[in-house]
Every structure is written in C-alpha cells, then in structure tokens.
C-alpha cells in the first residue's frame, strides 16, 4: 500500500493533467511558495495546465504515516529537475481513500533554495 501511495505522489510531481484528476480530491487543499500560495479544487489542476511539469523527481528523507484508518500522511524532501533547473523543497502530502481510490486531500511545500 505504501508503495502505491508514493507511486502516486511521484505521478503528481512528473505526470500531467490526467493525474491530478484521477487523484485529487475535490476539497483539497494545496500550499505552494509564492506567487502561487493557497489554490483549492479546480484552480490547482488550472495551474496544472499552464506549468510545465519536472521531468524527474527525487524523494529522499521518506516517511510515512497513517494517523487513522484510510488516511496516510507522506513527508519528504524532494529534488526536481527540469530544462536544467534545480527545485528543492521539504514537502507534505496527506491522502484519504475513497471508495476505493486513494485521492490526495492537501499538500505543501517548503523551499529549500
């Protein structure tokens, strides 16, 4: 199960459109550095469509917890690369299953740069 969760938050890093809207859930809530900030719902698979996304991500520092049934808890540092560029952060991502699928409910990033 482990396993799955961080394959999915992995996908969020490097995939596109589509795995936003296979995994997020429709109240969640996302904490990114400015200019972006806060963003909610739908104006984070918006923001989505208009970043490119980083080709490689790696995740280091990994923990995981699961404070209650159906809910895990992942931290971690990551390194993504894109085009030449270097973005580190110590990150937060919080996953609620539902029906069946887990579905990402917040997240939240510190930079390191």
Request: glycine share 8%; with cysteine; aromatic share 10%.
């Amino acid at each position: 199960m482990n396993q799955q969760i961080w394959q999915i938050e992995r996908h969020m890093w490097t995939g596109g459109v589509e795995a936003f809207q296979n995994h997020l859930a429709d109240l969640c809530v996302m904490a990114f550095p400015a200019p972006i900030g806060l963003c909610f719902g739908q104006k984070v698979i918006d923001l989505v469509r208009e970043a490119p996304r980083w080709n490689d991500v790696a995740m280091s520092e990994q923990t995981t917890v699961s404070p209650s049934q159906g809910v895990i808890v992942l931290a971690y540092r990551a390194e993504g690369r894109r085009d030449g560029d270097v973005y580190r952060a110590y990150c937060t991502s919080t996953y609620a299953e539902k029906q069946g699928a887990w579905k990402i409910v917040q997240h939240q990033q510190t930079p390191l740069n």
